[in-house]
């Protein structure tokens, strides 16, 4: 079963700065299942990027996903005051799901 | 608009079961396989399972068989999520989720609908 390790957990920073995020997999995964979600305290979870790569419909394009293999980022170029929230990323293969830990990022 | 929309809140005995609803609206429910993800209280997210409204066909996360039953009635645009034998640590936010893959929209492989989350609290 994959596994998926985000990093760091904790992320403090101040608006209008740059968030890099990671999700490391276990072994390597197909890019066209690892997503990214959003969550900030109360809601469900918001789907931010897709493929690794593309961003869902409505999302601001501050917000970017890279990555291959083993090793993904979600990428905030700048960050507004919305954004202070957990990031999880999230894989689909081989009949199981898996989402990573999540990441917080927070005002600094 | 798509959305999905959750039945309310529930506080179960230790033993017992409970059945969560999620109504789909504003899209064809039978294309998209609807998941289920629960959220303990401030930890993460965890994929219990999915059903595919169109068969009736059922996938389980190992965690959970033997205990979650996830059935639909498509006369509705429903789909159900039954959990039993519940224990404290079943106490969690329960949210249904679309499947944004589809055989006319083959491209978003993730969870693009989310229901609202229904609470499930597991108390003697």
């Known amino acids: 079963e994959i596994v998926l390790t985000q990093s760091p957990g904790t992320l403090s920073l101040s608006p209008g700065e740059r968030a890099t995020l990671s999700c490391r997999a276990s072994?390597?995964?197909?890019?066209?299942?690892l997503a990214w979600y959003q969550q900030k305290p109360g809601p469900a979870p918001r789907l931010l990027i897709y493929?690794?790569?593309s961003r869902a419909s409505g999302i601001p394009d501050r917000f970017s996903g890279s990555g291959s293999g083993t090793d993904f980022t979600l990428t905030i170029t700048r960050l507004e005051p919305e954004d202070f929230a957990v990031y999880y990323c999230?894989?689909?293969?081989?009949?199981?799901?898996?989402f990573g830990g999540g990441t917080k990022v927070e005002i600094k | 608009q798509v959305q999905l929309v959750q039945s309310g809140a529930e506080v179960k005995q230790p033993g017992a079961s409970v059945k969560v609803s999620c109504k789909a609206s504003?899209?064809?429910?039978?294309?998209?396989?609807m998941n289920w993800v629960r959220q303990a209280p401030g930890q993460g997210l965890e994929w219990m399972g999915f059903?595919?409204?169109?068969?009736?066909?059922?996938h389980y996360a190992q965690k959970f068989q033997g205990r979650v039953t996830m059935t639909r009635d498509t006369s509705i645009s429903t789909a159900f999520m039954d959990l039993s034998s519940l224990k404290s640590d079943d106490t969690a936010v329960y949210y249904c989720?679309?499947?944004?893959?589809?055989?006319?929209?083959?491209?978003?492989?993730?969870?693009?609908?989310w229901g609202q989350g229904t609470m499930v609290t597991v108390s003697s």
């Open positions: 504003g899209d064809t429910f039978s294309d998209y396989h």
């Open positions: 493929g690794a790569s």
């Open positions: 059903i595919n409204p169109n068969t009736g066909g059922t």
């Open positions: 989720a679309r499947w944004g893959e589809s055989s006319s929209s083959p491209y978003i492989k993730a969870f693009d609908i």
């Open positions: 999230q894989y689909y293969g081989s009949s199981v799901l898996t």
């Open positions: 072994q390597s995964v197909s890019s066209d299942y």
